[in-house]
Structure formats: C-alpha cells, structure tokens
C-alpha cells in the first residue's frame, strides 16, 4: 500500500510506525508533498538564500529562483510569467481575485454558483454586505453548471464571473471552456477557482478565456502554505495585503521562497507527467466506484461519470451509516479517507454541495470522499473494497439500520 510521507520514513503513533501499511486516499485534503519537490527545497532552506528584495548577490540568486518559480507555474496553465502573484494559499488567491477586483470595478453585480468553495462565497457573502449584488447559479443532480445560466444571469453591472473549474467534494468538472467563450467580448472578468482541474485535466488561460486563476501549491503535490493566483495583463486589482510592495504590489511580505520554489517545481511535475498519471488515475478511480457499488448496498455515486469527472476522485453517499464513524473505523483499519470538503469540516455544517445538488439530508449523513494520488496503488484500492462493506455493515448493525 501508499504511505503517506511516498517516502520510506514513518511517522511516530503512525500504523507505518506500527508495521502497518497506510492506504491514503484523502489526497484532496493534502497531499504529500514529492521528494523531488522536496530534494529542490532543502538548499533554500540550508544553505542562506537571500531575500528577493535585496540588491546583493544573494538576493538576485533569490530573485531568479522566484522569477524561475513563476515560469514554470505560468508554462502550466499556458499563461504568461508576470501574470503569476504569489500567495500563501489557494484560499488567499480567490479572495484576492473576487474581492480584489470588485474593489477596482465600479460595476456592483457578481454571478457565482451554489457549489463554490467556502472561500469563494464567504469572500461573495462578504460583498453582499457591501452593497453588491450576487447570482449563485444552481447546478444539476451532478453538480454541473449550465453555460447558458451564466449568460442568462450577465446584466450592464455584471463585474465578475467565479466558477470552479471542479469541485473538490464531487468531483465535477465544469464546462469552464464554454463560459469562457460566451464571456468573450463582454467586458465581464472570469475568475476560476482551478484546485483540482489543473495538473489533472486540460485547463490553460487562453483557450478557456480566463482572466484570473487561482492554483494551490499542495495539490500539486508541492509544499502547503503556498499558492497563486494567475493575473491576466490589464486585469486591476486592489490588494488584500499591503506594506512593501512585493508580488508587484498584490501582496506585500517577504516570498516564501522555499515554499514558492517548491510549487514551481511541483507545477512542472505536473506538466510533464499529466497525461500518464490521469489515465492511470482515472483507471483506479473507475475500479474503485464500480466496487463500492457492486459491493455496499445503498451506495450511491455522487457528481458526475467518465470525463466529466476529474480523474483522481470518488465520492459517493451510503445509506445508514454515519461518515465520521465509517471514516474513523477506516482509519483505524490503516484507510485514511474523507467525509468532504476539509475547508469546512471543522464547522460541523451540513455539506452546501450535496444541498444543491439535492441530496436528501439523511444520505449526505454517509458521505464519503476517496482522492487517489501519485502514490496511490491497485492495493489501496483492494484494502478500501476488502474493508468498506464489513465497516458500513457492523455499523448499521450498531444502529439498528
């Protein structure tokens, strides 16, 4: 099975430290960090880099390895370089990107979805306060937006459109490319949430018409505490962060240099190895939606099939049975899983997705989330089968279901 670390090195209380094997499939809550973003790292943080600010020999070696950190993540997503602003995060960059732009547009009216991340609605929510008035489209039973909505909902005061090119709790991929097209001429921005999508499905900045993209360095497989916001030229926004100016004014603090160049090289990872990594992916994916159902009685898959789904997720609700008890009985078998979306599982809300998508509330109870990864094997997927239908029977046995 995948250990966690994708390293032989255990961690104390961990079943490797015990002589178990680890099956993780949480890979969209994080995902560990690969050794060769790892081995890139380490001398930035040994051998005395400078700070990319500074004029000595030491701070324009910092600057290049910034600079070289914003090519690579720019020849991802088919953008240019100077387009990239640093962030410590994807949650910072959408904030950046819908509350950074309406505070430079005098136009007071933004189109979103139901099924957005947190930090996408909260940010919404937060203008709404304000003043602005916002559209929260709603999506089909498997969490799909109708382009058409999108032009159906534009007025003369449309601003900003805010979609997530998937989504991180069922697996979704949105037609992003179409409302792109559509938004074309219209003078209207387009901001896309592309946690998830990028580095696993197609998604460049051009042949979608996107205007700002926000990525997540951890989901790349590259260190967490960093992100990016993709910013197209003549695209204004007004910082969330101010003081020295960095990132051309959008963010100013010292660069986490280690953490950005990390991300660089997570990004070309990305690139280059995509196309053989999705089919493998998708491939175990399949295996494992087909299992569950043909082996746990009242499961259901939730979100969309095939290519409409990104290839390293599984989602499905399970009559019954609780998600936290299913989950933590897998952890306690070495199956590390998920019961949604880890932004918002310390509030105890019920799930916003699986209301739009019109789960009823007693199946969004069962739950269950499963992102495979780069380390993820037909093992993995062979302990999740073997496991899931004793824990969701007993379980219900304990409840009386």
């Given at each position: ?28 809550g ?86 957005e991340?947190?930090?996408?609605l ?16 709603r ?6 937006i ?19 090119a998937?989504?991180?709790e ?14 074309r ?55 969330l ?21 990390g ?24 295996r ?7 082996t ?23 009559s ?18 998920s019961?949604g ?35 993820t ?17 007993r ?7």
């Amino acid at each position: 099975m995948a250990r966690f670390t994708g390293s032989s090195s255990e961690r104390p209380g961990s079943p490797e430290a015990a002589g178990l094997s680890r099956a993780y499939l949480d890979y969209a809550g994080s995902a560990p960090v690969d050794p060769r973003v790892v081995a890139v790292m380490r001398p930035f943080f040994e051998g005395g880099a400078g700070n990319p600010s500074a004029g000595h020999s030491l701070g324009l070696e910092a600057r290049a390895s910034l600079d070289g950190a914003r090519a690579k993540i720019a020849r991802l997503v088919g953008g240019v370089a100077s387009g990239v602003i640093f962030t410590s995060s994807a949650t910072e960059a959408n904030n950046l990107a819908v509350k950074g732009f309406a505070a430079r547009d005098p136009r007071r009216h933004i189109i979103t979805s139901a099924i957005e991340h947190i930090s996408v609605l909260n940010s919404c929510r937060e203008l709404e306060k304000r003043g602005y008035a916002v559209s929260y489209l709603r999506v089909d039973t498997e969490g799909r937006i109708d382009p058409a909505a999108v032009a159906d909902a534009l007025t003369s005061q449309t601003a900003l459109v805010s979609l997530q090119a998937a989504s991180p709790e069922i697996g979704t991929v949105q037609r992003v490319r179409d409302v792109g097209r559509l938004l074309r001429g219209r003078g209207v921005t387009f901001h896309v949430d592309g946690v998830g999508a990028v580095g696993r499905v197609p998604l460049t900045v051009d042949e979608c018409g996107i205007d700002l993209l926000s990525l997540s360095s951890n989901d790349l497989y590259g260190p967490p505490g960093a992100g990016a916001l993709w910013v197209r030229p003549d695209t204004k926004l007004a910082p969330l962060i101010v003081g020295g100016g960095q990132e051309q004014g959008y963010r100013a603090g010292t660069e986490n240099l280690p953490a950005v160049v990390g991300m660089g090289v997570a990004a070309e990872l990305a690139r280059v190895e995509r196309a053989a990594e999705t089919a493998r992916l998708t491939a175990l994916r399949d295996r494992l939606l087909d299992g569950i159902v043909a082996t746990v009685p009242g499961a259901r898959v939730t979100g969309a099939r095939g290519a409409e789904r990104l290839p390293h997720h599984a989602s499905v609700t399970v009559s019954g049975v609780k998600a936290d008890a299913v989950v933590m009985d897998l952890d306690l078998r070495g199956i590390a899983v998920s019961s949604g979306s880890a932004c918002t599982a310390l509030t105890g809300e019920p799930s916003h997705v699986l209301r739009a998508i019109g789960c009823e509330p007693a199946a969004a109870e069962g739950s269950l989330c499963f992102t495979a990864g780069r380390w993820t094997s037909d093992a993995d997927i062979d302990a999740v089968l073997a496991a899931l239908p004793a824990v969701v029977t007993r379980l219900r046995r304990l409840a009386g279901a």
